[in-house]
């Protein structure tokens, strides 16, 4: 009976084609809105949570899906870093980090401004491939003095800001060690490369990006605390509870950024998940109308199976089969499209991230064929009731 | 030779109306048939006539309105709708009008899918009715690339490929010439002392029928006349 079905869609090329190219631009849509969206998200989630620390201390108006909003003061530290936890010491390291925004390779960057002390946390294990770490002042008013000094005198060899960049952006914005840019009306050298991975795709010195950003004070966005590296999870979570008793501010396991981050981006995975069924539906009806077109031309066809004792249960197997093999063609082509796109998506965007998981490959997998079946049970409850004497008497 | 004797196929008071919507057609009126086994029976009226219908009915394609169909001691009323294609699978050949070859695959794979429906496969058994039909060097050939007389061959050969009880054929040489006409039905007559299978033959010409025993003849519905006939 396959042989049949596989005969009758050879017959009918050209539809055959079109219904199996249908299929394929619907996995594809599929495969890529998912990988895309949760490309981003677990990227971004997978480089914040490779810093070496534990929490994140925010104020509780700071946004850390879009990590804008609400800031915080160095001198806040001193409020908790010295917590214990049954009688242990709960905190090694405080990091802050005070972040800003940069245009490069046509897409606006999150910088991380860090001190070149912390940088190693969040580094990990990656290293820096190319060039040096950065150095920083020890205020940012050791620039802005200079920048007031060099505006008065009409001067305009101003300070120039040090930055580090990961290799993929480096890639994309084709930057080298010692290539210069702007970050608002201050000069910014690359004076190092790491490797990609890191938390931020750019890191400036954090009193220096103070200073690009015309702000004096010690000011900024999160604090990274690095806890005891005894402690465990239950630990941890009761040190977030006692830094925001002590600090009054937010304090969240880095652990549980990417719950956080996709708590944040809910609508925009609704809104991919609905344009994904919206585009599985639309492809499916296509299904049904070629399947349904097909078995009213093959009505004879299946009136002479009759005659030859075929049961209706053996039409209506004949109707799903060929719609099967019509959405398992499909859902192939289309997870090699997803490679294709994937390839054409990261060579043109080498920041974007599309994700592709064997267990969605094998979800398209199931959802063609779900779909063949679904979108064959209509034209199968037509060939289920036709008249085989009438379409046999039928020229 | 199978018994003459028994009877294979016996109706009772059988009658179909075709209903459309509140318009109502009456076809067939009380026709009660005896066909024994091994006979060969053609049935003969002008278009219209209800022949076809009749052969629909007796080969489980159609159900009747009334009055009852006895297939092999069977009684037709008491089998649902697998039962009636299996008894179809089984003991019933087809041969129509219009061949009703499948145009997508060989003039092999139309035998042989008439064989997977059976859940058999059996390769010498096509081999032997593809000769019987003179049509083994056309095996391979799709049916558009066939003549007309070739296809009807070839729908004989799917016909009688599971050595039926029963062959019925609708105007088997209605779309045919005179020649193939003659071999169509010499055909028939050769397949009948062969197999010795039971055959029903409907048609509108006075020739084919002359192949058959028996003619049973058909006028509006209702059965008319019955003449026996000798064939040597």
Same mark, same amino acid.
């Given at each position: 009976m396959l042989r049949l079905a596989w005969a009758n869609l050879i017959h009918r090329k050209v539809r055959t084609a079109l219904s199996v190219l249908a299929v394929a631009i619907a996995i594809t849509l599929l495969l890529i809105l998912v990988g895309l969206s949760h490309g981003t998200l677990n990227d971004v989630s997978n480089r914040m949570q490779s810093v070496e620390a534990e929490i994140i201390v925010r104020d509780t108006n700071f946004d850390l899906g879009t $990590?804008?909003?609400?800031?915080?003061?160095?001198?806040?530290?001193?409020?908790?870093?010295?917590?214990?936890?049954? &009688?242990?010491?709960a905190i090694q390291r405080v990091m802050p980090v005070f972040l800003g925004r940069l245009k490069l390779a046509g897409q606006s960057q999150n910088v991380f401004g860090v001190r070149p002390d912390d940088f190693q946390f969040f580094a990990?294990?990656?290293?820096i491939v190319e060039g040096n770490i950065y150095e920083d002042v020890d205020s940012p008013n050791v620039i802005l003095e200079q920048q007031e000094k060099q505006n008065n005198l009409d001067d305009n060899t101003l300070p120039v800001m040090s930055l580090l960049i990961d290799q993929k952006l480096a890639a994309a914005a084709d930057m080298k060690v010692g290539d210069t840019t702007y970050y608002g009306d201050l000069p910014a050298q690359i004076v190092g490369i790491v490797e990609t991975g890191v938390a931020g795709r750019v890191f400036a010195p954090i009193n220096m990006l103070? @200073? @690009? &950003?015309?702000?004096?004070? @010690?000011?900024?966005?999160?604090?990274? %605390?690095?806890? &005891?590296?005894?402690? &465990?999870?239950?630990q941890?979570?009761? $040190?977030?509870?006692?830094i925001e008793q002590a600090a009054k501010r937010d304090a969240t396991l880095v652990a549980n950024y990417g719950q956080i981050i996709k708590a944040n981006f809910k609508t925009l995975i609704i809104f991919v998940n609905l344009v994904s069924v919206i585009a599985l539906v639309i492809c499916f009806l296509f299904i049904l109308v070629t399947v349904y077109t097909s078995v009213l031309e093959r009505s004879k066809e299946m009136a002479i199976l009759q005659s030859l004792g075929a049961g209706r249960k053996l039409i209506l197997s004949q109707t799903i089969h060929e719609s099967l093999l019509i959405c398992s063609a499909g859902t192939l082509l289309g997870i090699a499209f997803t490679f294709a796109a994937r390839y054409f998506i990261e060579t043109a965007r080498? $920041?974007?991230? %599309?994700?592709?998981?064997?267990?969605?490959l094998l979800g398209a997998v199931v959802v063609g064929i779900v779909g063949g079946i679904f979108s064959a049970l209509y034209p199968a409850y037509v060939a289920w009731h036709h008249d085989p004497v009438e379409a046999l008497s039928f020229e | 030779m199978n018994n003459m004797s028994e009877t294979l196929i016996q109706t009772e008071n059988l009658c179909k109306t075709f209903r459309s919507?509140? *318009?109502?057609t009456p076809v067939l009126f009380d026709i009660n048939l005896?066909? !024994? !086994?091994?006979?060969?029976?053609?049935?003969?009226?002008?278009?219209?006539?209800?022949?076809?219908? *009749?052969?629909?009915? #007796?080969? #489980?394609? #159609?159900?009747?309105?009334?009055? +009852?169909?006895?297939?092999?001691? =069977?009684?037709?009323?008491?089998?649902?709708?697998?039962?009636?294609?299996? *008894? +179809? +699978?089984?003991k019933i050949g087809f041969v129509f009008q219009r061949f009703n070859l499948l145009p997508t695959v060989s003039a092999y794979q139309n035998i042989a899918l008439a064989e997977r429906i059976r859940r058999r496969r059996r390769d010498n058994q096509i081999h032997e009715v593809l000769e019987a039909v003179q049509m083994t060097d056309r095996a391979d050939y799709k049916p558009g690339q066939l003549s007309i007389g070739q /296809? /009807?061959?070839?729908?004989? =050969? +799917?016909?009688?490929?599971h050595q039926p009880a029963i062959l019925m054929a609708d105007e088997p040489t209605g779309n045919l010439d005179s020649a193939n006409a003659g071999n169509i039905l010499g055909l028939f007559r050769k397949i009948h002392l062969s197999y010795g299978m039971t055959m029903i033959l409907i048609t509108h010409s006075e020739t084919a029928a002359q192949a058959a025993d028996r003619i049973i003849h058909m006028n509006d519905g209702r059965i008319e006349e019955r003449e026996r006939r000798l064939n040597i």
């Open positions: $990590l804008s909003g609400g800031k915080l003061w160095e001198k806040e530290i001193p409020r908790f870093q010295n917590l214990k936890i049954d &009688n242990r010491p990990g294990a990656r290293k103070r @200073a @690009a &950003n015309g702000i004096a004070a @010690a000011t900024c966005h999160m604090f990274f %605390v690095k806890a &005891n590296p005894e402690f &465990n999870t239950d941890l979570q009761t $040190l977030c509870e006692k080498p $920041l974007m991230t %599309v994700e592709i998981r064997l267990s969605w | 919507g509140k *318009l109502e005896n066909i !024994r !086994r091994g006979e060969f029976v053609a049935v003969m009226g002008p278009s219209g006539c209800g022949k076809s219908t *009749l052969m629909h009915i #007796l080969g #489980l394609m #159609l159900s009747a309105t009334s009055g +009852r169909i006895f297939l092999n001691g =069977a009684d037709a009323a008491t089998l649902n709708e697998s039962d009636g294609a299996k *008894l +179809r +699978r089984e /296809q /009807q061959r070839i729908a004989i =050969a +799917r016909a009688i490929v």
